[in-house]
């Protein structure tokens, strides 16, 4: 097996584990602390189905940021959301047959990397001209977004500059997924990308990338607002009460 | 009047560039050693301060899943930074409040995150020192615990909650703030955050039956222990006498009259405000809570009524069932507790008061929502019945109401600058520049449609108006509460 392979393999397993098991943990966290008090940002709905549908327009549109800023939410929705139509193109490398959908979606991917990186520049933009959110940026906000910026761009210049063996890379996945390596295709732009990409997969548990599981559990967005009708206590709070 | 300047009222809001350092001086005094103590906290800085703050930090976080996920989850997008009352107001930058969150986020990243612990410059870790201490100390009371940044935020990082949690950890090392932690006292010793005992209580409460009589020719009564009434009511207890507070009181009197449903105030429980949201303290909090309970059921009334005050409305609407429930021995018909304008407006809409509105002909009105009724409680069935509630009652006791600007009201409204525990004179340059978005809003109505008078249903709001309008070139009775311009409209007596 070509060195190379070995090392890519051996990684991106790694990075796997370590985003699995690092979510794992996090989400497990923030499930079993309590929330002991009802601090929904009101108004609030008043029903489970009425959080479900606060936290989806949360989700889709990203309601909150909306209300707040225009340029953060153009930017912001640009790059999630291209993001995400790449992540949906990307899953053609890891099954087979392709699902149906994911090739139907390939001509927007492209657009979506593109819209991606563009959101990524202007939010990065600001974190250098606007000189509030300057004085709120630490290193680590920039080289995030210098990550982020550097898989989009590594991507899309092996769509449109140097073009990879498409085939070769996808026997590489399948057979990390099927414990059945076959050699990766050694060109370097592939190996850069695919080794920011790895390094993101890393850090993702233990940095502010949190916020993807975190939002969920916010509790000033997923609590109900009924604290007059129902009595909410905390496990912790209630032996309070037997003292 | 005073050594700062009173900022400029501009004609369109800007967003001030950032002035480093500027509100670093501003502190409140700390609390002497036997109002720590009375409340369970050390009387000075302890020995090992930085393992107490740590070690409380982590308890914190295994308490709140809230603190933790707000901890974990801030991405600096910078939404929330221009939402600020006192940025707006100050141009500081450490009170925009995701640099308010990271005073302690920063600490929290050095001890319990692995970014932190081993690349602290890369994430803007640092130790826990006592110059960050001091920084705690001065921006943590620069912050209202209004909920506006929350609002923003795209994942509802409420800063309120990271203020209230650094206070609590600075009062069990021993820095607490005397303002707050000296009133939860008073609640403890006497009932009340003025410190009126009750026999003072029972003679304000004549006097003001006295001077409703002469004034009306109507005997409107003011009832304090009377056992077995219907109704509890619980007002915070400037209601008792300061202006314009009183005049709501009268209001509410005057509603129950009508209503002719027997009701009374407490002497054990005789303030609504609790103090121990404030200082994020849990048991401080639910003490204060039980009074309540204790109150009610010593009384045997059927009802809890609350009076006019923001942050008591929201411990009473959220958390009262929780801290001091379950109510099962009160009538299951009404919400516990209800709200004074919850009651009022249901009275009005069935048709059961009479209501005078030219008796407000002398003023052109506007409503502040308080901060923490709209933002952290609700009136009514309905989400969003904290904001047509009270509307619903000012256009139904006057003939001139008009709304501000859309940004500054409902869900968006600014504090008033004096929430959160900072209603205190040592905090005045912070008051009043806080004050400043609301003014510029006032200002805008004024100019537009000739408005006299904001009316208000928080005593904090109603305290700190009638202090600070004076500096932006308004009258300090300028400020009413609701239940005041119900009081003027109401006709006492007819439907008997
Ligand atoms: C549940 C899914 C997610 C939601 C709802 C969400 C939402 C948001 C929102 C509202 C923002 C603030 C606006 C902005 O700066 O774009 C944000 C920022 C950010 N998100 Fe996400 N996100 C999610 C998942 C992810 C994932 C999977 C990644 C990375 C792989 C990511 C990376 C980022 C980054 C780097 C920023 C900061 C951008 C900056 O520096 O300004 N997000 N996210
Ligand atoms: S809660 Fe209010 S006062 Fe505190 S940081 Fe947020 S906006 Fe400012
Ligand atoms: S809006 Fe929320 S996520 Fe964005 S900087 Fe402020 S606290 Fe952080």
Known sequence: ?243 | MADFETPELKEYPVIPHLQEGVMAHSKPFVAKEEFQESLGFPGELVDNWEQVALDKMQELTGKYRGFQVFLDSCVKCGACTDKCHYYLGTSDPKNMPVARQDLLRKVYRRNFTFAGKYFPKLVGAVDLTKEVLDDWYSYFHQCSQCRRCSVYCPYGIDTAEISMAAREIMDCVGVGQKYCNEIIGKVYKIGNNLGLPQPALVDTLEGLEEEVEEDIGVKVRFPVDEKGAEILVVTPSADFFAEPHVDGLIGYAKVFHEAGISWTLSSYASEAANFGMFIGSYENMRKVSLRIREAALDLGVKRIVMGECGHAWRVAYSFLNTLAGPFDFLDPNYPVPQHILEFTHDLIQRGALTMDKSANDDMVLTYHDSCNVARASRMGSKPGGQFTIPRDVIRASCNHFYDMPQDTIHEATYCCGGGGGLLTDDLMELRVKGALPRMEALKQVVEEHGVTHMAAICAICKSQFSKVLPYYGFTMDSIVSVHQLVSNAIVVGSKQ
């Open chain 1, 1 to 243: 097996m070509p060195f190379l392979t070995v090392v890519y393999a051996l990684l991106f397993y790694l990075a796997t584990a370590l985003l699995v098991g690092g979510l794992a943990y996090k989400i497990r966290q923030y499930a079993k602390t309590p929330a002991p008090l009802k601090i929904p940002t009101t108004p609030a709905p008043v029903t489970r189905s009425g959080v479900v549908l606060r936290m989806f327009r949360e989700l889709a549109f990203f309601e909150s940021l909306f209300k707040s800023n225009k340029w953060i939410w153009v930017f912001g929705y640009l790059f999630h959301f291209g993001m995400l139509l790449v992540l949906a193109r990307h899953l053609r490398y890891f099954t087979n047959p392709v699902w149906t959908w994911v090739d139907l979606i390939q001509p927007f991917g492209l657009y979506a990397a593109f819209a991606m990186a563009a959101g990524l520049a202007g939010l990065w933009a600001r974190r250098f001209l606007v000189d509030r959110v300057r004085y709120i940026s630490a290193l680590s906000d920039h080289l995030m977004l210098a990550l982020l910026l550097g898989i989009a761009l590594t991507g899309l210049a092996m769509d449109y500059l140097t073009h990879t063996d498409i085939v070769a890379l996808k026997a590489f996945f399948l057979g990390l997924m099927y414990f059945n390596w076959q050699p990766i295709p050694e060109d370097p732009v592939l190996l850069l990308h695919l080794a920011l990409v790895a390094t993101l997969m890393i850090i993702f548990p233990i940095s502010k990338l949190l916020h993807a599981p975190g939002i969920f559990f916010s509790p000033t967005r997923n609590q109900v607002d009924n604290p007059r009708e129902q009595r909410h206590l905390a496990a912790w709070a209630a032996k309070l009460e037997n003292r």
